[in-house]
């Protein structure tokens, strides 16, 4: 089982940003990708942006493409994404996981969480 713990959410004004941090056991963060997902109250969990193992290549989705960058810390076993220009909308329980499916662009391939960190966007 994924060894996962986020840390780094927050209130933020409309605008603003917050970085989140996941940090991962060294097994966990060898996988093929790692990624954060996101869930807000009644919706389904839904993917937010992926890193390949090498770093060499990332997903976003759609809504956050501009705003959010994702990028990791070999050295530290860790996982960041940078979200700036944040928005109402992006208010959710936003969990990092990992994942040796090779389609890690959705979120169908992420079957492991930390506990989640909350992110609240206030407009």
């Known amino acids: 089982q994924a060894q996962l713990v986020e840390s780094g959410g927050g209130l933020v004004q409309a605008g603003g940003s917050l970085r989140l941090s996941c940090a991962a056991s060294?097994?966990?963060?060898?996988?093929?990708?790692m990624g954060w997902l996101r869930q807000a109250p009644g919706k389904e969990r839904e993917f937010v942006a992926s890193?390949?193992?090498?770093?060499?290549?990332?997903f976003y989705a759609d809504s956050v493409k501009g705003r959010f960058t994702i990028s990791r810390d070999s050295a530290k076993n860790t996982v960041y994404l940078q979200m700036n220009s944040l928005k109402p909308e992006d208010t959710a329980v936003y969990y990092c996981?990992?994942?040796?499916?090779?389609?890690?662009?959705?979120?169908?391939?992420?079957?492991?969480w930390g506990q989640g960190t909350q992110v609240t966007v206030s407009s």
């Open positions: 890193i390949a193992r090498s770093g060499g290549r990332t």
């Open positions: 996981s990992a994942t040796n499916d090779w389609a890690y662009n959705e979120a169908r391939a992420f079957g492991s």
């Open positions: 060294e097994r966990t963060f060898r996988s093929v990708a």
